[in-house]
């Protein structure tokens, strides 16, 4: 990828590597991390160099009446001003001249413009656009005016509002082993950024699962993993404490028609002393846990990893599949599981091209 503003811009720090140079680091990088399980190498799923973010979030920087995007400066404080981000999918990429444009010509919408988000699928795209004004009347005229003219839908924000003008989502598509399964994503919601390298990461792990059991999954969004990995289990229970996220994956559950998943608004510590008889939850009252017989569960926590007391929860089930946004805390975790668990298979996933960051899927078996 080649990028205008590589050394000025904050989000490429890998930007003076070329990306085969880039793989090997953060290989080399997880290889000493996990030094103490002698792993020699890893499955590595690489992305597409640019246009691979489907999500995305730009500051608008005011001169006058001018507008602009902006990113964090890699070097100092202060807002690097932008006029177009190589990374972004091609859609947004196309669309980010042209809507600047159109908000520069307005004044309603460019008026107390803070910032934009995109969020792009193969089948439409969303606009949010942030104020730090009161939004009204003369707003949505024109905000219509976005959606009519390049085709996408459009959301206007401002503290404690929300103005939702067709829609709040938009429907993905993803293909796994060859099946196409469809996502509703709410704006708003968390969602993977990265389109080629999800569908690779929800492969992989569906490809080293076997028909068995029933699948326990911890952390499960809007159901990116659980729709997919439903048809491998008899039945899954799947927890996440998002109620954004909740109703997504019950509306994904009907659009892909899906009878064998239970999803359940509640958080790990929650579930942990539910499982373990120590409290009673209303929400259970139509859920019998003791009618599950897991031998998986799959785990995507956030960047803090998971809490003590929930490690000792899963380490009761034969086989964990750990997703994991942050090496440091997933070694600190194996660290602490590796005494009744070994290493099975350990695969990295590229979601941000020119970054530090690194995915990482991990398989353990008792």
């Not at 919408?109 to 795209?125: D, P």
């Not at 196409?180 to 990265?194: A, D, R, V």
């Amino acid at each position: 990828m080649e990028c205008k503003y590589f050394g000025e811009c904050g989000s490429c720090k890998l930007y003076d590597l070329s990306y085969t140079q880039q793989i090997e680091q953060k290989k080399e990088y997880i290889k000493e991390l996990f030094s103490d399980f002698l792993i020699d190498d890893f499955e590595f799923f690489a992305s597409n160099e640019e246009h691979y973010r489907n999500r995305a979030e730009f500051r608008i920087w005011h001169d006058g009446d001018e507008i602009s995007y902006g990113m964090h400066k890699l070097k100092g404080k202060g807002v690097l001003k932008i006029d177009e981000c190589p990374k972004v999918d091609e859609q947004i990429y196309a669309l980010m001249p042209k809507l600047k444009k159109f908000l520069q010509n307005s004044d309603e919408l460019r008026e107390k413009l803070y910032g934009i988000e995109f969020l792009s699928s193969k089948n439409g795209m969303l606009v949010t656009l942030i104020y730090h004004k009161q939004i009204g009347q003369d707003w949505k005229k024109e905000a219509r005016k976005i959606e009519e003219k390049f085709g996408i839908f459009v959301i206007g924000r401002a503290k404690k509002i929300k103005e939702v003008l067709s829609q709040d989502f938009v429907l993905e598509s993803l293909q796994v082993e060859d099946k196409n399964y469809t996502y509703k994503i709410i704006e708003g919601g968390f969602s993977q950024p990265n389109r080629v390298t999800n569908e690779k990461m929800i492969s992989w792990v569906s490809s080293h699962v076997k028909n068995t059991k029933d699948l326990l999954e911890l952390y499960c969004g809007h159901g990116n993993f659980t729709i997919p990995l439903s048809g491998k289990f008899k039945k899954v229970l799947a927890t996440e404490i998002s109620k954004t996220s909740i109703k997504s994956a019950h509306f994904n559950c009907e659009l892909n028609n899906i009878k064998n998943i239970k999803f359940l608004r509640m958080s790990v510590e929650e579930l942990t002393s539910a499982m373990n008889k120590e409290r009673e939850f209303n929400r259970l009252k139509e859920i019998d846990l003791d009618s599950f017989n897991f031998s998986h569960v799959l785990i995507d926590p956030p960047r803090a990893g998971i809490d003590a007391k929930s490690l000792e929860f899963i380490n009761q089930f034969e086989n964990i599949i750990y997703i994991s946004c942050n090496p440091k805390t997933l070694k600190r975790d194996i660290d602490i599981l590796n005494s009744d668990f070994k290493i099975v298979d350990f695969a990295l996933f590229d979601q941000f091209v020119h970054t530090n960051h690194i995915e990482s899927g991990v398989i353990l078996k008792k």
